[in-house]
């Protein structure tokens, strides 16, 4: 029987320019070369399926997805509107959208109500946040997030917030500051996409000590000191730890084989492909 698998982070090339929407354009050139740096075998060009609706639809079913979540972006340097994703993911059972703001650059007021318009209106599942890419830059303790972390308690839905290595200012790709709303939040999941690679062992102390942390390595799950997140997730971290392909940065189903190849247990498996995702999303 196939497994079923909830892929976090699957975004279509036709989003944006940034993911490979033009080809032959500089930014098409990079997501090329992103594909080739975090480990993509084969065709460079395989995200060029996705440069329509059908085309993503129809990499997500050869992959085998149960869901795909569709995340948006707010930041100085790259908008994908909420309703842009809720158009993407409307009236499709495998795809699940995640709106986003940035009560930085839009205000405290308009943010607070352009994400409960995500959640209420355009029935997406979660606001992603993304404080390191700001200008200027800040951590995610900063109390201009915390309107919208009460705002997503109420609602019952996660925050995602979104770091890593391409973050400009590496002093802000930290784990540390998230304990702050962590515990201030307890209820609230925390879902942490590139799970602060390179980072490795303070992002997973961090889910340690924090049960409402959950990691989503996604593309750098495979890059040194992944092997962390395994030991992590074959232990305490195996009820916080999630399945992610970074699409279009990584072709979906040799992302599931690589990840199947890592060592996790087999009693963990399903859990980390699917079950911890559906908990999040109260599907199960």
């Known amino acids: 029987m196939p497994r079923k698998i909830i892929d976090m982070r699957c975004r279509p090339a036709f989003l944006h320019d940034f993911f490979g929407a033009t080809p032959g354009g500089a930014e098409h050139s990079a997501a090329r070369w992103l594909n ?26 050869k992959a085998g997805l149960s869901k795909a979540v569709v995340v948006g972006r707010h930041t100085p340097s790259q908008h994908l509107p909420n309703d842009a994703i809720h158009r993407i993911v409307h009236g499709h059972d495998k795809l699940i959208g995640i709106g986003a703001v940035d009560p930085a650059l839009q205000g405290e007021d308009a943010a607070v109500a352009e994400a409960e318009r995500a959640l209420r209106d355009l029935r997406l599942a979660g606001i992603d946040l993304e404080p390191g890419f700001g200008e200027p830059a800040r951590h995610p303790d900063d109390p201009v997030y915390w309107p919208i972390y009460e705002l997503a308690s109420r609602y019952g839905v996660p925050v995602f917030l979104m770091s890593g290595p391409t973050t400009p200012d590496p002093r802000f790709n930290d784990p540390a500051p998230v304990a702050k709303v962590a515990r201030d939040f307890p209820r609230l999941p925390i879902v942490i996409y590139h799970g602060w690679w390179p980072k490795v062992h303070e992002a997973v102390g961090l889910a340690f000590r924090h049960e409402n942390v959950h990691l989503v390595p996604d593309m750098y799950l495979f890059q040194p000191g992944g092997e ?34 890592l060592g996790f247990h087999e009693d963990a498996v399903d859990k980390l492909l699917y079950g911890n995702a559906a908990r999040l999303f109260g599907l199960e």
């Open 36 to 61: 080739r740096r975090v480990g993509a075998r084969g065709n460079d060009r395989h995200f060029e399926a996705s440069l329509t609706q059908e085309g993503f639809l129809a990499e997500i079913d």
């Open 228 to 261: 962390a997140y395994v030991a992590a997730a074959n232990s305490f971290l195996r009820e916080q730890f999630l399945f992610g392909s970074s699409y279009p940065f990584r072709p979906i189903g040799q992302t599931i084989e690589d990840f199947l190849r």
